[in-house]
């Protein structure tokens, strides 16, 4: 026990030390803003502002088209177009597709698994970007279709 500890104590030590070392870096970039590293640092935060107040009137705008588009009482495929083009300007792939394999349908929640063939049954939505998952789809595995019609398939 006595080991843990001391590694526990060693352990806060170190995030005192490193936070301690945060505080000094930030207090000598505002004390000195024409060092290298805090005009790099202030260039950094000023993209980030541009980036976020793009972002937001992006999204203010595609509000404004669905508004605009639900006022006009469209076809359902109307918005789903509408909303397709959403996802290609972000970068966001709906992903309705599952091939089994554990390690490529890692967007997907298995609710359901009674044989080896997937299927899905809501998409999974991905950053294309950055390849981290929106919301997860869901997916269950079923047995394989023997080729025979359904039974209320075959009397109509």
């Known amino acids: 026990m006595l080991g843990r500890k001391r590694w526990k104590h060693l352990s806060d030590a170190l995030d ?13 970039l505002i004390k000195d803003p024409g060092a290298p590293a805090a005009v790099e640092a202030y260039d950094g935060l000023r993209k980030q502002v541009a980036a976020a107040a793009s972002a937001r009137f992006t999204h203010l705008t595609q509000l404004v088209q669905f508004d605009v588009a639900v006022a ?17 300007q972000a970068g966001i792939v709906r992903v309705t597709e599952a091939t089994g ?29 950055t390849g981290r998952v929106l919301r ?3 997916l269950r595995y079923t047995k394989a279709a023997t080729g025979a019609a359904p039974p209320e398939e075959e009397d109509r």
């Not at 070392?21 to 930030?26: A, I, K, L, N, Y």
């Not at 006009?72 to 290609?88: I, R």
């Open 16 to 28: 005192r030390i490193e936070r301690r070392q945060d505080r000094v870096w930030t207090a000598l």
């Open 136 to 138: 997860p789809g869901r």
């Open 101 to 129: 394999d554990p390690d490529t349908d890692q967007p997907f929640q298995v609710v359901e698994r009674t044989g080896d063939v997937p299927v899905v049954m809501e998409p999974a939505y991905v950053d294309q970007a």
């Open 72 to 88: 006009a009482d469209p076809a359902p495929d109307t918005l789903a177009k509408l909303v397709d083009g959403w996802f290609e």
